[in-house]
């Protein structure tokens, strides 16, 4: 089966050339247009301000998923504005090649793996700058970053509304004070409608997940509104190769694998947030769905991801379902480079597996992989991006445990949620035997809570 998707004509971009390039320079500032202070003088650029919203909850095809009346948006944010503004930047020649003139084609398979040849990404693409064995590092202003882009990647500004309606203002200033949240093009993209959602640009902040940037990728995917545009994160370590923080997000309408994997439910949070695990799927993984409220998903899977930053363990996440199901993939891969653990014949294809590859969006190098693609050569691959059995099951438990001890600050009742884990799994206590974590009890305000140290 091959994928058509909409094709526009395009050159090798002339942006985000490293300093002392010709060719890129305007007038003013530095003469890049950028977004530093140099540069965001008098600049204006559109603001996209979304409804935020609490709470949701309604029944459609006996699944919860979560719904609020945006009323008539003022430009519909994902075919106008998203993609609309993209195809322009393509016209105008801002990307380093012409994405939509790659070959893409689903496996044949019971799995459905997407191919695509990409042969231009790995020769024009942004060499890693940093190690790959620590998820969390110091943002470093000297290496590259998205203040450096020139502001005609940018496509607009995405922030909440102040008024509580969803507006949209053509040209609104950048204000520095303020520092706003940013969709920019990506230039090396892997699919049509390619961009990145960058929160907070201006405060610098390094790839690590937090609450509120964790709420705004769900916010974006929400207004998206579209099953088929999904956003995604790398960590340091899972093949983020820019330590300033980001997610990407694009459209490409066919079913991920991971998508139609099935999942065997674990349990679910006091705020109705139910977790489970992927089933015959070569990546071991968690996935979160539903929820009381929009930031009760949020919140349980960015807790989630702080605990995997502070015990340095790389992962990736993919944010599908307009925001209603998002799925959480330790990994292990560049450890095993490291370590002499891959296969030659793995290492040859170049592949290097993030979010997009571990949802089954297979992005190929070579042209001989591409034309001998099939499902056994996907599954080889991913799985040896899984971790063990073993190991998942204590990283699995380190989560639980973080999840179980911010529902306790919270002040939300957790026993009975760790009960059902640990009839479910039997984690807790053996995995943290076998790593010698103690167990203690702790008192926290006049209730009685379980918190694991």
């Known amino acids: 089966m091959m994928l058509k998707i909409k094709r526009v004509p395009t050159v090798v971009s002339n942006y985000q050339k490293e300093d002392g390039d010709e060719g890129s320079r305007r007038g003013g ?22 409804k935020k919203v609490d709470s949701i909850v309604s029944e459609k095809k006996g699944v919860d998923v979560f719904e609020y009346d945006k009323g008539e948006p003022p430009v519909a944010f994902l075919d106008s ?27 044949p398979g019971q799995h459905g793996f997407i191919a695509q040849l990409n042969e231009g990404r790995h020769l024009k693409k942004r060499p890693t700058e940093f190690r790959v064995d620590k998820v969390l590092q110091p943002f470093d202003r000297n ?15 995405f922030g909440a509304s102040e008024d509580g309606e969803v507006q949209f203002f053509p040209d609104a200033p950048i204000d520095p004070e303020n520092s706003p949240s940013m969709v920019a093009i990506n230039v090396s993209p892997i699919e049509y409608g390619h961009v990145l959602l960058i929160p907070r640009v201006l405060d610098c902040l390094p790839q690590r997940i937090d609450r509120d940037s964790f709420m705004l990728a769900i916010y974006m995917a929400a207004e998206a509104g579209n099953p088929y545009f999904r956003l995604g994160y790398n960590s340091l370590g899972a093949f983020a190769t820019i330590n300033h923080l980001h997610f990407q997000a694009y459209y490409l309408a066919v079913p991920f694998p991971i ?12 705020g109705g947030v139910k977790i489970s695990e992927l089933v015959n799927y070569p990546v071991r993984g968690l996935v979160f769905e539903g929820g009381n409220a929009l930031l009760d998903l949020s919140n349980v899977v960015s807790d989630a991801c702080i605990c995997l930053q502070e015990n340095n363990i790389p992962y990736n996440v993919l944010i599908a379902d307009c925001g209603n199901r998002i799925f959480l993939l330790p990994q292990c891969y560049a450890e095993k480079q490291a370590l002499g653990e891959v296969s030659p014949e793995l290492l040859d294809t170049q592949v290097n597996p993030a979010v997009w590859e571990i949802s089954g969006h297979m992005v190929l190098k070579r042209k001989k992989d591409y034309e001998e693609a099939s499902e056994e050569n996907a599954w080889r691959l991913l799985a040896e991006v899984s971790l063990s059995e073993e190991r998942f099951q204590e990283v699995t438990a380190l989560i639980f445990e973080a999840i179980f001890y ?14 059902d884990v640990n009839v479910e799994h039997q984690l807790v206590e053996e995995v943290n035997a076998s790593n010698e974590i103690s167990h203690q009890a702790m008192v926290i305000g006049n209730q009685d809570c379980l918190v694991l140290h």
Not at 29 to 50: E, T
Not at 143 to 157: I, M
Not at 259 to 270: F, G, H, L, R, V
Not at 406 to 419: A, H, M, Q, W, Y
């Open 29 to 50: 500032g530095c003469g890049r247009n950028c977004l530093q202070n140099c540069c965001l003088q008098d600049a204006c650029l559109p603001l996209y301000a979304f």
């Open 81 to 107: 504005l998203l993609l609309g503004e993209w195809e322009e930047r393509m016209q105008r020649g801002l990307f380093r090649y012409d994405v939509t003139a790659c070959e893409t084609k689903v496996i």
């Open 143 to 157: 290496k590259f970053n998205f203040t450096k882009v020139g502001q005609e990647e940018v496509l607009f500004q």
């Open 259 to 270: 998508e139609k994997a099935p999942t065997k439910e674990i349990t679910a949070s006091d």
């Open 406 to 419: 911010r529902s306790c600050v919270d002040g939300t009742d957790s026993e009975n949620l760790l009960e």
